[in-house]
């Protein structure tokens, strides 16, 4: 299979190591890619968001399977373009793509498919906000109704800071604050059939502690300890199944990777967001974790054949990434800094790139690397990610030190 990979990322750079790990690609091509991926794919330059522009280039490199990872391709229509050409494409159509493009859409699906989510209201002035606030109390829950790369979304105490926030959005989703822990489940489809992978739990706040501003992710680990057995099936049943149904019944299967971003309520799973994609840096454990080869699958739900994929296989054990970030990050990430020591196994490259010149290893994003790791245990897995990045140099660089530490001490239980 000759496979053509979408994207740049840190999520892309987990995707290649897994497509290249399978025995059925002879040829992989990642566009535009990354430094990081340059060891296991050929990389070509293409405009990401530009549907006939990578349509082109499938077509141009023979590709069998095009897997795109971003979310804005998908929402630009990129897989449409693609499979236009009778190419098959892992990713969902841009009509299908909505579920994560909007969140007022999302909503809609939701409470089509009665699936429990949070409460909400869509606002588009600040009258609205106000009133939707108070009806929620606080924390507030702010969200923009477009996509905003994991950044749209305010939840705080302040309700000046909350009303600022609308205000600089436009139109917002304004929601019920849902407490407990939070789990991604990414869900494997081709619109009918669906396997679910291994859930997993992100740090989205940039400090130690869950502080400070929301990132697109600082770390992840997987598989979840304090989860309870029947979880994963209680979400196939109650979310996956009736939104997959719903899809289908307005036209627009969804077919690629279904992200459910849940939190754990007294009153069960509840879901916080849908994502038309692989999240990141989850990405990174569950895929390390994965033993079924990668390509296989994402073709099997590609081309409407899920049902007759074999169950997935699971490597025993824990993985852990840990996200290398650069200066000043989230807020204004400073770009162009020599990297040292990132050119080893196990380091995921998200925002990099290669100083023409001489070579060296550039900063290049917010997120710079993932250290990514897995073990027998959490424990053993979450000291060896810590000991890849303790090798990097990066000036003014930043990570959180308590990824999965919660975790392996049993501080996190579901409210009752
Ligand atoms: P989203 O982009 O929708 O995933 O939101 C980013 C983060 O904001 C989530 O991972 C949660 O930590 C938080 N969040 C979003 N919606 C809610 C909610 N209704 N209640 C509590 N936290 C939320």
């Not at 405009?47 to 141009?60: G, I, N, R, S």
């Not at 789990?183 to 992100?202: N, R, W």
């Not at 967001?273 to 569950?286: I, K, S, W």
């Not at 899920?306 to 770009?335: D, I, N, Q």
Request: with cysteine.
């Amino acid at each position: 299979m000759r496979v053509l990979l979408i994207g740049s990322g840190g999520r892309e750079h987990a995707l290649a190591l897994g497509l290249a790990a399978d025995p059925s690609v002879e040829q992989l091509i990642a566009a535009p890619g990354n430094p990081g991926m340059a060891s296991v794919a050929e990389l070509r330059q293409v405009d990401a968001v530009d549907p006939a522009a990578v349509a082109a280039l499938a077509v141009e490199v023979g590709a069998d399977l095009v897997v795109i990872g971003p979310e804005a391709p998908l929402v630009a229509g990129v897989a449409d373009a693609v499979r236009a050409k009778g190419i098959a494409v892992f990713g969902p159509s841009g009509a299908a793509a909505r579920i994560e493009g909007s969140k007022t859409f999302a909503k809609e699906i939701m409470m089509a498919a009665a699936v429990p989510t949070a409460r909400a209201y869509t606002c588009t002035d600040a009258g609205e906000v106000a009133r939707a606030l108070d009806e929620f109390g606080a924390p507030y829950v702010v969200k923009d109704d477009g996509l905003a790369a994991g950044k749209g979304v305010v939840v705080t105490e302040d309700r000046a800071h909350a009303l600022e926030h609308a205000a600089a959005c436009g139109q917002v989703v304004v929601e019920e604050y849902l407490a407990g822990p939070e789990v991604s489940l990414f869900v494997v489809t081709d619109g009918e059939a669906a396997l679910p992978l291994l859930p997993a739990q992100d740090f989205k706040r940039v400090g130690d502690g869950d502080t400070g501003p929301n990132t697109g992710g600082m770390g992840a680990y997987a598989p979840l300890p304090w989860a309870s057995p029947d979880l994963v099936e209680d979400v196939m049943a109650r979310v996956v199944q009736p939104t997959l149904a719903e899809m289908r019944r307005r036209g627009t299967p969804f077919s690629g990777l279904l992200y459910v971003g849940l939190a754990i309520t007294s009153r069960g799973p509840k879901v916080i967001e849908f994502n038309a994609r692989f999240g990141d840096p989850e990405t990174q454990v569950v895929l390390a974790l994965l033993e079924t080869p990668l390509a296989g699958l994402l073709n099997a739900a590609a081309t409407g054949t899920l049902a007759a994929h074999p169950p997935l296989r699971w490597r025993a054990g824990a993985g852990v990434a840990v996200v290398v970030a650069s200066a000043g990050y989230p807020e204004a990430a400073r770009t162009g800094d020599v990297i040292t020591g990132a050119d080893r196994p196990g380091i995921i490259h998200a925002g990099t790139a290669r100083r023409e010149s001489d070579g060296a290893l550039l900063s290049a994003g917010g997120r710079v690397l993932a250290g990514t790791a897995i073990g027998p245990d959490l424990e053993v897995a979450r000291d060896a990610a810590y000991a890849l990045i303790e090798g990097i140099e990066l000036d003014g660089s930043q990570h959180r030190r308590d990824i999965a530490l919660a975790a392996i001490e049993g501080r996190i239980a579901p409210p009752r």
